[in-house]
Nanobody, 130 residues
Framework: QAELVESGGGSVQAGGSLRLSCSAS????????TSWFRQAPGKEREWVAA?????????YYADSVTGRFTISRESSDNTVTLTMNNLKPEDTATYYC??????????????????????WGQGTQVTVSS
């Protein structure tokens, strides 16, 4: 089974930027769709962004991060990056990447559903101070 390894978390001041990476090993059809989720202390985990593979892939973003976060996939296809700009204190959370087969990136409903993602990373902490 594939494993996901996240990196790039840290602490920044409001307005700053961070870049998170999620690397799949090995990369396969089971990791074709990647979503990022986050969980703040005392809150439920929420979906952040998603990206599939293939010619028809398009990114999906939660309203709270649209215009500030960008999800992209490296040409090797085994690393997905979440670039976070203009960070706010409310972005503070543990960020998790999760992977599934490409169908999971087929529409807005699928990409948000945690149960569709069988492979999860260990999480990386992002802290934004005001």
């Amino acid at each position: 089974q594939a494993e996901l390894v996240e990196s790039g978390g840290g602490s920044v001041q409001a307005g700053g930027s961070l870049r998170l990476s999620c690397s799949a090993s090995p990369s396969s059809a089971d990791t074709a769709c990647t979503s990022w989720f986050r969980q703040a202390p005392g809150k439920e985990r929420e979906w952040v962004a998603a990206l599939g593979t293939g010619d028809g892939r398009r990114p999906y973003y939660a309203d709270s991060v649209t215009g500030r976060f960008t999800i992209s996939r490296e040409s090797s296809d085994n690393t997905v990056t979440l670039t976070m700009n203009n960070l706010k204190p409310e972005d503070t959370a543990t960020y998790y990447c999760a992977a599934a087969r490409d169908w999971a990136c087929g529409n807005w409903y699928f990409v948000k559903k945690e149960g569709n993602f069988a492979v999860w990373g260990q999480g990386t902490q992002v802290t934004v101070s005001s």
